[in-house]
């Protein structure tokens, strides 16, 4: 019964922003942790960042410190990325999860969004 429906993506010049949003229903939002992964065409997923119930972040990939802001809103069931200073090698398929996992490629399991498509490119 859990719900991840994500909005906010397009097509951007690099450089441009963008800010993704995840509306999420079917569960305690306030006490999940949440993940956004992204994955571009051909390749594997890849773990953006996490987001503890109480709105820490810990983001894993190197490549968006600095650049993307993980946050969420507990009271709207909300969960937000904030993408600045967007390059052409951002372009994929930007996911809400909760719980996901995956292996070669492969969802195993957990609760996947539809997905928003980003398009960075001059």
């Known amino acids: 019964q859990v719900q991840l429906v994500e909005s906010g993506g397009g097509w951007v010049q690099p450089g441009g922003s963008l800010t993704l949003s995840c509306a999420a229903s079917?569960?305690?939002?306030?006490?999940?942790?949440m993940t956004w992964v992204r994955q571009a065409p051909g390749k594997g997923p890849e773990r953006i960042s996490d987001i503890m119930s109480g709105g820490s972040v810990i983001t894993y990939l190197n490549s968006v410190k600095g650049r993307f802001t993980a946050s969420r809103d507990n009271v709207q069931n909300i969960l937000y990325l904030q993408m600045d200073n967007l390059k052409p090698e951002d372009t994929a398929m930007y996911y809400c999860?909760?719980?996901?996992?995956?292996?070669?490629?492969?969802?195993?399991?957990?609760?996947w969004g539809q997905g928003t498509q980003v398009t960075v490119s001059s």
């Open positions: 079917g569960f305690t939002f306030s006490e999940a942790t």
């Open positions: 999860t909760k719980d996901p996992a995956w292996v070669a490629g492969r969802r195993l399991g957990g609760s």
